[in-house]
């Protein structure tokens, strides 16, 4: 499953040498460029479910089609395969998938998988939903409002850069004030302002952000990062650490493990915070997220 419009055009540039590779290594491909996200989330839980033993998922694109892919095969013995050409793919990043689209049909010609954990996330999610499966990290305060406004951008104005990324995090910046924090983890009531509460499944995030770095894909747990109460000024300062972890070794900042977290509250104007995961946005919180070991038989280098 291709998006030929992912990473600028990427997408349909990797395709023809992919299905080349593949075919040389006598795999046998059905190979559908998709028409809109619709369409490929739609193809990849058809394919999925039409599947015989020993048939795979492949996607091809950025960080969307990682999420509509791991969401098909999650839960099933359907191995995936992500070739990355989107501009952040942070999934690949974070779990040990091939970052390039050369070493990701060497995988997936190759036939090696690993199991990796997802985080499962439940609540009265967009379109109706009430569950999707999570690569990523799901996020809820300041970083999830730079995503949802990143998301928003007419990138076809600029380049979808990471200076981009840190001017839409300076706008936001601007007018930022904590967040009202309800958490439930591992059934522990905390309530608390914070900045922001990262739940990870794996470390990546906002396009190479190493925002959970101490998250592991093969644990069985998830790794909450909480940024308490900071000044903006300070926000400011952890935000290039942000890229390698450093950010984490600030006194503001508290890391914890949990198999489970709920995660409820309020913006400053009293609204319900939202959540962001893997690039997309997930609904209102409340949200559960939990992490299930296993869960995914993906191609790895
Ligand atoms: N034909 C298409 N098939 C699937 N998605 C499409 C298509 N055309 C445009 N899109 C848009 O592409 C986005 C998903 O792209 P994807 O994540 O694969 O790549 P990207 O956005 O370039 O990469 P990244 O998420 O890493 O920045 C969705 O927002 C979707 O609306």
């Known amino acids: 499953m291709a998006n030929p419009a992912a990473g600028r ?54 960080d969307g089609m990682a999420h509509l892919g791991l969401n098909a095969c999650a839960g099933t013995q359907v191995p995936l395969g992500v070739v990355p050409v989107g501009t952040g793919n942070d999934f690949c990043r974070g779990t040990g998938a091939a970052r390039s689209v050369a070493a990701a049909s060497r995988a997936i010609a190759a036939g090696r998988t690993r199991l990796v954990d997802l985080a499962e996330v439940t609540g009265a999610l967009r ?48 007018t930022f004030e904590p967040m009202h924090y309800r958490l439930t983890i591992d059934g522990a009531v905390r309530e608390l302002p914070a900045m922001f509460v990262a739940v990870g499944n794996a470390g990546y995030f906002g396009g190479g952000m190493n925002i959970c770095p101490r998250a592991d894909v093969t644990d069985g747990l998830l790794e909450v990062m909480l940024i308490h109460p900071v000044s903006r000024a300070t926000l400011l300062r952890l935000l290039p650490s942000a890229f390698t972890g450093g950010y984490v070794k600030d006194p503001a900042v508290e890391h914890l ?21 893997d690039g997309e946005e997930l609904g209102p919180a409340p949200v559960t997220v939990r992490a299930v070991p296993g869960a995914l038989h993906l191609f790895v280098p």
Not at 24 to 34: D, K, M, P, T, W
Not at 128 to 145: H, I, L, M, N
């Open 9 to 62: 055009g990427r997408g349909a540039k990797a395709l023809p040498s992919l299905v080349q590779r593949l075919r040389r290594a006598g795999h046998r491909l059905h190979v559908h460029e998709s028409t809109s996200y619709a369409d490929a989330r739609l193809r990849t839980v058809q394919a999925v479910a039409a599947s015989q033993p020993g048939d795979a998922l492949v996607v091809v694109g950025g």
């Open 127 to 174: 379109e109706g939903a009430e569950r999707r499966w999570v690569g990523s990290v799901v996020s809820t305060g300041y970083d999830a409002r730079v995503n949802r406004r990143a998301n928003a951008f007419p990138w076809s104005l600029g380049p979808a850069s990471p200076l981009a990324y840190a001017g839409i995090a300076l706008a936001e910046l601007r």
């Open 257 to 277: 493990r949990a198999r489970e977290v709920r995660v409820a509250g309020t913006d400053e104007a009293g609204q319900a915070m939202f959540a962001m995961a």
